[in-house]
């Protein structure tokens, strides 16, 4: 039988939830799913300094607004838990021993003032990335440099220290990411970097390593900003002896600007107005409040078929997929490799499908909650013709009610450019007659019938419909353009309209 397939999103809370962290999320979710496998949930919490409250609550929120909820996770343990790494602290340690024990790694007692001077010892001598590597630790305080009488007296007497992994002076790294290809690092680009720190809590790149062992993850599948940190997570399962049940990677290509160019980034999200968090996030500090897709109006499933797209194709024309869909068509052979540019017009466009696809009584309720928020009460079925007629226009659910006021409030004022351009006698003439017409008329208006009795006014006054017809748009509903008409007099009714009318005979005149 082939082994269980186990992902896992990662995510530090450090504030809002990037809504790259939702597509890598997703993917996962994706993959889980397709292999029958478990999708884990794992909160990177070990830099306790960064710890912002909310934020794990933010998170769990997020991908349940979306459908893709973990199977496990702080709040539905599975077996291989806890499933928070400030819950595991005790965990690490004896793995950190194991690599000091096999001469992977080593205590360093080097004070941030000690640091600092070697950093700049090094930017004086034009070094272009100082770091603490296989060349510079040879004139550190640490234990392979201090005496083992002394190294033993200092941790007996409690100094502080940390534990950093030994890096081999020449060492080629391969890994064969899923995404990538193969990708070979030279370690004497790496550093030793810190796997235990002082307050005995590791770092992520010790945790992350021993929890994927622990957890059986089979795939690691995350953004493309970790792809440097995977030659030293692989050197460390070399070491922990863990090398045969390495995880397989997939890095997900980095999200890039609207225009292409380069990262995307919180300023890209301001200057074009688009929201870069799943949801509304208020920062705990200041106070303000960051705008998300779903306060913005974006539907959940319009979101996670975006998300979907940046960086994954199906390999045909198709665009539109639900989340089961997704799942059924999800490999991770077809995630591309280059960058792709965030297009925020491309999630207004899923957003408008997939609003239309809603049910109409599903749109009304959005439009009556809109009108409740005014002390504005229609009736059901009224609502669920207005919304049918408007989705055909709208991006966001608010658009149903900001857009299709007309249909409960009659217009005060006209639009000046139409009304220049379009308002004439011939529409004021037609429009009259069609008043005459609606009056007589003694059943319930549909579409069909203010069709026409419109055609047979203007045929009477001689004028051709289509001159005018922008004039009677006009007239009705005090703007140029708008949602099929006729439907709009359906819903409108025959009082309503010989009302309207009226009201704008009087205000618009008979000029021309
Ligand atoms: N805690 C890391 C993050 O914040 C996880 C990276 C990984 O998936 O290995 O994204």
């Not at 029958?36 to 794992?42: A, I, M």
């Not at 819950?87 to 003032?113: C, N, P, V, W």
């Not at 690691?220 to 995880?247: F, K, N, T």
């Not at 004439?424 to 003439?429: S, V």
Request: aromatic share 10%; proline share 5%.
């Amino acid at each position: 039988m082939s082994q269980e397939v186990r992902v896992r999103f990662a995510p530090s809370p450090t504030g809002a939830l990037h809504i790259g962290g939702v597509r890598t999320a997703l993917y996962n979710y994706l993959y889980a799913k397709k292999t029958g496998g478990k999708f884990l949930l794992r909160i990177e919490d070990t830099d306790q300094t960064r710890f912002v409250p909310g934020a794990e609550e933010y998170i769990k929120d997020a991908l349940e607004w979306l459908g893709i909820s973990p199977d496990e996770s702080p709040w539905k343990e599975g077996t291989l838990g806890p499933y928070r790494q400030s819950e595991r602290k005790s965990i690490y340690k004896q793995y950190a021993m194991d690599l000091l024990e096999k001469g992977h790694a080593y205590y360093a007692f080097d004070t941030s003032e000690e640091l600092d001077a070697m950093r700049q010892r090094l930017t004086a001598a034009r070094v272009v990335s100082p770091q603490y590597n296989s060349i510079t630790r040879t004139q550190m305080k640490n234990s392979l440099t201090l005496p083992a009488d002394e190294v033993k007296a200092r941790l007996d007497a409690g100094e502080p220290y940390v534990i950093r992994v030994k890096i081999p002076r020449k060492e080629e790294v391969r890994l064969q990411d899923k995404v990538r290809g193969w990708v070979m690092v030279h370690s004497n680009t790496l550093d030793d970097k810190v796997l235990m720190k002082s307050d005995g809590m590791p770092t992520y790149h010790l945790a992350n390593i021993v929890d994927d062992h622990l957890m059986k993850v089979t795939h690691v599948i995350r953004g493309e900003e970790w792809l440097p940190s995977a030659p030293l997570h692989v050197l460390l399962y070399q070491y922990l002896g863990w090398e045969d049940s390495m995880p397989e990677f997939a890095h997900l290509p980095l999200l890039l600007k609207p225009d292409g160019n380069g990262k995307l980034s919180k300023r890209d999200a301001e200057k074009h107005g688009f929201p870069l968090f799943p949801m509304n996030w208020k920062d705990p500090d200041s106070g303000q409040i960051a705008e998300g897709f779903r306060d913005q109006g974006y539907l959940p499933e319009a979101l996670i078929n975006f998300l979907a797209f940046l960086g994954w194709n199906p390999g045909d024309h198709r665009e539109l997929f639900t989340l089961d869909e997704l799942v059924d068509a999800f490999t991770i052979e077809r995630i591309g490799k280059s960058g792709t540019k965030f297009d925020i017009n491309k999630a207004k466009w899923y957003n408008e499908q997939y609003l239309r696809k809603k049910p109409d009584d599903e749109l009304a309720a959005y439009l009556t909650a809109d009108l409740e928020k005014e002390g504005i009460q229609i009736p059901q079925e009224k609502a669920e013709k207005i919304a049918a007629v408007m989705k055909e226009r709208a991006t966001f659910p608010a658009d149903l009610w900001k857009e299709g006021r007309f249909m409960v409030f009659a217009p005060e004022q006209f639009d000046k450019n139409v009304a220049d351009k379009k308002w004439n006698a011939d529409a004021a003439k037609v429009l009259a007659a069609y008043a005459e017409k609606l009056e007589a008329l003694d059943k319930m208006l549909d579409a069909e019938t203010a069709k026409s009795l419109l055609t047979d006014a203007a045929e009477e006054c001689g004028i051709k419909l289509g001159k005018v017809m922008q004039a009677v748009r006009l007239a009705i509903t005090g703007v140029g353009a708008g949602p099929d008409l006729m439907q709009v007099f359906e819903i409108l009714g025959k009082e309503e309209l010989i009302k309207r009318i009226g009201f704008s005979l009087k205000t618009l005149g008979i000029a021309g």
